[in-house]
């Protein structure tokens, strides 16, 4: 069993910046594929960033942009974000799921949340 906790959302202008962190705890971190997703209202949950013990990639719409990171000693994952807009608006949530998966692939472990705004 898998404990994700997120941290850091927040209100923020346009074009400024956040740092998500999510702690995972209950098994050995590196034996997952952990990522970042986000759902605003009344619209479908968005894969952001994956990392996969050290290999990212992102969804087209954040690349540039966001990036996410992991310290493997202290099972911490990051997502740090930049150049905020208003579309960045949502919920995020950190996921966790065994192996070498996808962002479009099947997470099996998800946090709680954390609300991230932008406003213009």
């Known amino acids: 069993q898998v404990q994700l906790v997120e941290s850091g959302g927040g209100s923020v202008q346009a074009g400024g910046s956040l740092r998500l962190a999510c702690v995972v705890s209950?098994?050995?971190?590196?034996?997952?594929?952990v990522g970042w997703f986000r759902q605003a209202p009344g619209k479908e949950r968005e894969g952001v960033a994956i990392?996969?013990?050290?290999?990212?990639s992102y969804a087209d719409s954040v690349k540039g942009r966001f990036t996410i990171s992991r310290d493997n000693a202290k099972n911490i994952l990051y997502l740090q974000m930049n150049s905020l807009s208003p579309e960045d608006t949502a919920m995020y949530y950190c996921a966790a799921g065994l192996g070498w998966l996808r962002l479009r692939d099947h997470f099996t472990y998800w946090g709680q949340g954390t609300q991230v705004t932008v406003s213009s």
């Open positions: 209950g098994d050995r971190y590196s034996r997952y594929s």
């Open positions: 990392d996969r013990d050290g290999a990212a």
